[in-house]
């Protein structure tokens, strides 16, 4: 499903009974490791973004102008490079809106900050943006609906550059007044995810590479933007990589140095009221930064994943305590629900995740 859709809680973990009267509750009962089941994607491109429309539509995205779709839960994939465009192009972010229908933002200085969307299952593809200013660098966007969406790119003179649309993409603009930035700050192309989306306008943008580690949010549709700063690491190639909501209130900031898989610096923070204030949580136990995350929509527990180049975690506690998945080298992550999750990378890795 779009990465901002809140479904039904689906119960898929059980919690032990305790019997008895006057006993106390008892903890979760133990929860076997997650399912994991990879996938043939049909290509050898490095994946770096996901977008589950829901457990059997998925789209991915990655280098090579490269795009791809399941219908059928991964069992088989259709992968292409959209055509016309050049083969440098990376394709950082996607979004799912349909079986049918999805945009691609391409990630890079000038011109190769591009906007798809195809409404024929990926058979066609129209450009919608291209950007036209040499010091800006597109790194996310994400949709509300059918009609409205936003793009965030890198600071440009001081100002971090806000993209609308509210009409899918036909036109884009800028809203009347950008928010303040650091000088180089800006968001992480590294997922598709330090930008996100939730019903009624809200939105939320992680940042780094500046003195502090931003989360911007905003009610009104991306017209208009706060930010807050929180306790995640930033500096030169440092900072907020990904964040996720799933709610208006309760949200994960991920982030790390992206420019060394080595240390072991991935961080996530918490926020319990909508962004306002963050504070520092459990971090996976693999090295380097973490690259995605993404809340499982459905689980009964508060249940997130983690992934980066050396591995993915999970956990059911609201981001307090990690559990390995594996370490596998992952760019980003997306769910549909408890059953049905993606993790992209490398070599055209796709795996499906279940069992939350």
Same mark, same amino acid.
């Given at each position: 499903?779009?990465?901002?859709?809140?479904?039904?809680?689906?119960?898929?973990?059980?919690?032990?009974?305790?019997?008895?009267?006057?006993?106390?509750?008892?903890?979760?009962?133990?929860?076997?490791?997650?399912?994991r089941?990879?996938?043939?994607?049909?290509?050898?491109?490095?994946?770096?973004?996901?977008?589950?429309?829901?457990?059997?539509?998925?789209?991915?995205?990655?280098?090579? !102008?490269?795009?791809?779709? *399941?219908?059928?839960?991964?069992? &088989?994939?259709?992968?292409?490079?959209?055509?016309?465009?050049?083969?440098?192009?990376?394709?950082?972010?996607?979004?799912?809106?349909?079986?049918?229908?999805?945009?691609?933002?391409?990630?890079g =200085?000038?011109?190769?900050?591009?906007?798809?969307?195809?409404?024929?299952?990926?058979r066609?593809?129209?450009?919608?943006?291209? =950007? &036209?200013?040499?010091?800006?660098?597109?790194?996310?966007?994400?949709?509300?609906?059918?009609?409205?969406?936003?793009?965030?790119?890198?600071?440009?003179?001081?100002?971090?550059?806000?993209?609308?649309?509210?009409?899918?993409?036909?036109?884009?603009?800028?809203?009347?007044?950008?928010?303040?930035?650091?000088?180089?700050?800006?968001?992480?192309?590294?997922?598709?995810t330090?930008?996100?989306?939730?019903?009624?306008?809200?939105?939320?943008?992680?940042?780094? =590479?500046?003195?502090?580690?931003?989360?911007?949010?905003?009610?009104?549709?991306?017209?208009?933007?706060? !930010?807050?700063?929180?306790?995640?690491?930033?500096?030169?190639?440092?900072?907020?990589?990904?964040?996720?909501?799933?709610?208006?209130?309760?949200?994960?900031?991920?982030?790390?140095?992206?420019?060394? =898989?080595?240390?072991?610096?991935?961080?996530?923070?918490?926020?319990?009221?909508?962004?306002? &204030?963050?504070?520092?949580?459990?971090?996976?136990?693999? *090295?380097?930064?973490?690259?995605?995350?993404?809340?499982?929509?459905?689980?009964?527990?508060? *249940?997130a994943? %983690?992934?980066?180049?050396?591995?993915?975690?999970?956990?059911?506690?609201?981001?307090?305590?990690?559990?390995a998945?594996?370490?596998? !080298?992952?760019?980003?992550?997306?769910f !549909?629900?408890?059953r049905?999750?993606? %993790?992209v990378?490398?070599?055209?890795?796709?795996?499906?995740?279940?069992?939350?």
């Amino acid at each position: 499903m779009p990465r901002h859709q809140l479904p039904p809680v689906i119960a898929l973990t059980t919690w032990a009974i305790v019997a008895g009267c006057g006993a106390s509750p008892a903890p979760p009962a133990p929860v076997a490791s997650p399912v994991r089941l990879e996938q043939t994607s049909g290509t050898r491109a490095l994946l770096q973004a996901v977008s589950p429309v829901n457990e059997r539509v998925v789209w991915v995205s990655g280098h090579s !102008a490269t795009w791809g779709r *399941t219908v059928d839960g991964g069992t &088989t994939w259709e992968t292409g490079r959209v055509p016309g465009a050049d083969t440098s192009l990376q394709f950082r972010d996607v979004y799912g809106m349909s079986a049918t229908t999805a945009y691609l933002l391409s990630a890079g =200085n000038g011109p190769a900050s591009r906007i798809y969307r195809t409404t024929d299952g990926g058979r066609s593809w129209t450009l919608q943006f291209t =950007n &036209t200013d040499p010091a800006a660098f597109y790194d996310c966007m994400d949709f509300w609906d059918a009609k409205r969406g936003v793009a965030v790119s890198d600071a440009v003179a001081g100002k971090l550059v806000i993209l609308r649309t509210e009409d899918g993409g036909t036109t884009w603009r800028h809203p009347a007044a950008m928010p303040d930035a650091y000088e180089g700050e800006g968001g992480f192309a590294a997922s598709g995810t330090c930008l996100v989306t939730l019903p009624g306008g809200h939105a939320w943008i992680g940042t780094g =590479n500046g003195p502090r580690a931003r989360v911007l949010r905003s009610a009104d549709f991306g017209e208009t933007w706060v !930010a807050d700063t929180t306790p995640v690491p930033s500096g030169s190639a440092i900072g907020i990589t990904s964040v996720a909501f799933r709610d208006l209130r309760n949200g994960l900031a991920f982030g790390g140095n992206v420019g060394d =898989n080595n240390a072991h610096t991935a961080v996530v923070a918490v926020t319990r009221d909508g962004g306002a &204030t963050w504070s520092l949580t459990g971090r996976p136990a693999f *090295t380097g930064a973490i690259f995605g995350g993404a809340w499982v929509p459905g689980a009964r527990t508060p *249940t997130a994943v %983690a992934v980066g180049p050396h591995g993915a975690a999970w956990s059911r506690d609201g981001g307090a305590s990690w559990t390995a998945i594996d370490s596998t !080298a992952y760019w980003a992550v997306g769910f !549909a629900s408890p059953r049905a999750g993606w %993790a992209v990378g490398p070599r055209g890795r796709i795996v499906r995740l279940g069992g939350f």
